[in-house]
């Protein structure tokens, strides 16, 4: 089972260059488990307090079954999922979590239209049962979860209603940003201006020290791509 569990070391990295006693603190409450889908390369993350036997999960796409056969194995309750944006890689497996675990899950309302396109991915069953999200996202507002916060940026750019989910020093970033990448915007309602703009005011104004864990490949940190991101360098860098 491909899970790797990657707060411990990315939080200890914040910790090292920082000395925020936040990221340490973080790091002794919760994981961040990623699960990752071998077909897209896209990541599941799952966020747990160690001091409960909740979790959230953070776009369940094809690798669901194995998120699923995490959860049981660990005893976890998944008690809400929540969503970066709504393409079919990261939504697909919201069906399966729902009906497993009763939970809801929530999204920003610019990408309901996309949830109607999810069966359109390859290895998607056409007979998957509609992607349901019971919950809006609004911009800018803070997620209490177990006297966590975690703040939704809105990010578009992507997608209209991409979003970030700031948690402490660790930002769950869908395909806005990538390790010195970014999201395409090549796909209906994505915009180059428009992600752009998100990446400059919104990304790179959080602290440099911020680990990025994005929807597609490995984690990075803010500073990082504000020297190297071959397409957003900060004009600071440049
Ligand atoms: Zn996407
Ligand atoms: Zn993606």
């Known amino acids: 089972m491909s899970v790797d569990v990657r707060f411990c070391s990315t939080a200890a990295r914040c910790v090292r260059l920082t000395g925020m006693s936040t990221a340490e603190t973080l790091r002794d ?3 961040l488990a990623i699960v990752v889908d071998g077909a897209f390369d896209q990541n599941c993350y799952v966020l747990r307090r160690r001091d409960t036997s909740d979790v959230l999960v953070f776009d369940p796409g094809l690798q669901h079954p194995r998120t699923l056969a995490l959860l049981e194995k660990r005893q976890l309750r998944c008690t809400r999922i929540l969503l970066t944006h709504g393409h079919p890689d990261h939504v697909n497996g919201v069906p399966a979590v729902r009906a497993a675990h009763r939970c ?28 349901v999200c019971d919950v ?8 209490r979860w177990h006297d966590l916060d975690i703040r939704v940026l809105h990010t578009p750019g992507h997608t209209p209603g991409s979003v970030c989910f700031l948690i402490g020093p660790e930002l769950i970033a869908g395909d806005t ?17 428009t992600l752009m703009f998100s990446i400059q005011n919104t990304l790179y104004a959080l602290p440099p020290e911020t680990v990025v864990h994005p929807g597609h490949g490995p984690s990075t940190t ?15 860098y440049r």
């Open 104 to 131: 809801d899950c929530a999204i920003h309302p610019d990408d309901r239209v996309l949830l109607d396109f999810v069966a359109m991915l390859p290895g998607v069953p056409a007979d998957l049962p509609p992607v």
């Open 177 to 193: 940003l990538f390790k010195r990448s970014i999201g395409r915007t090549d796909l209906p309602g994505g915009s180059f201006e």
């Open 29 to 31: 409450l919760v994981e």
């Open 222 to 236: 803010i500073g990082e791509e504000m020297l190297d991101n071959p397409f957003v360098v900060h004009p600071r």
């Open 136 to 143: 809006d996202l609004t911009p800018g507002e803070t997620l």
